[in-house]
């Protein structure tokens, strides 16, 4: 039969032991509940300044809108909404056709990001990126990486078709041919799949 381990200690020595063990756990649970309502505030205050910044863009006021987004990035940099911002950030260098710094925030954003959902959306930017330098292949390598990593995704289709064309322009026509027919197997009976056969038929 087990002994009770708590016989070996005097009465008073056990009194001691327990409130020292249901204190520690009390401090715990406070501090865990204290974390979580930090973490709650600094969504809240970073989705509020995303709003803000995404308010001003709608009114035309560019310039407070990128403020504001640099704003959210820096002062809660590990936030959902500080991701959001980095992918629209991205946008705009991309719009500037400041490709070095799009793909460097798309980058880090496609490792990073949390929620995890925010990763593929940083994976298609860095794509159009490459498409907008006109480097296929990059743009290729990027388009397969993306289809490996994010199969179920909804750009999935859409992927699977620029790709396609990116070996065209690459002079690749063989796997451009290839990658259309993926598409026909992958989806059949949608609009994406109506494209790849014209696109094949084009083709020949």
């Not at 009465?11 to 709650?40: D, F, N, Q």
């Not at 322009?169 to 027919?181: C, I, L, P, Q, Y």
């Amino acid at each position: 039969m087990q002994k009770n381990v708590l016989k070996k200690f005097p009465a008073k020595a056990t009194i001691k032991i327990l409130t020292i063990i249901i204190a520690v756990g009390l401090l715990v649970v406070a501090l865990a509940l204290i974390y979580c309502s930090r973490v709650r505030k600094l969504d809240n205050l970073s989705s509020l300044g995303l709003a803000k910044a995404y308010s001003a863009f709608a009114r035309g006021n560019r310039q407070a809108g990128v403020a504001l987004l640099d704003e959210v990035i820096a002062k809660y940099p590990k936030t959902s909404a500080a991701y959001q911002a980095k992918l629209s950030r991205a946008d705009i260098f991309a719009e500037l056709q400041s490709y070095d710094e799009a793909l460097d925030i798309l980058k880090e954003t496609e490792s990073k990001a949390k929620p995890e959902a925010i990763r593929p959306l940083a994976s298609s930017r860095i794509i159009y990126v490459y498409d907008s330098k006109k480097d296929y292949f990059n743009a290729i390598m990027a388009s397969k990486e993306f289809i490996d990593k994010y199969p179920d995704h909804f750009l999935i289709r859409d992927i699977y078709l620029n790709l396609a064309e990116y070996y065209l322009a690459a002079g690749s026509k063989d796997e451009a041919v290839k990658t259309f027919n993926e598409a026909l197997i992958s989806f059949p009976a949608t609009q994406e799949a109506e494209k790849a056969q014209k696109r094949i038929n084009e083709i020949k």
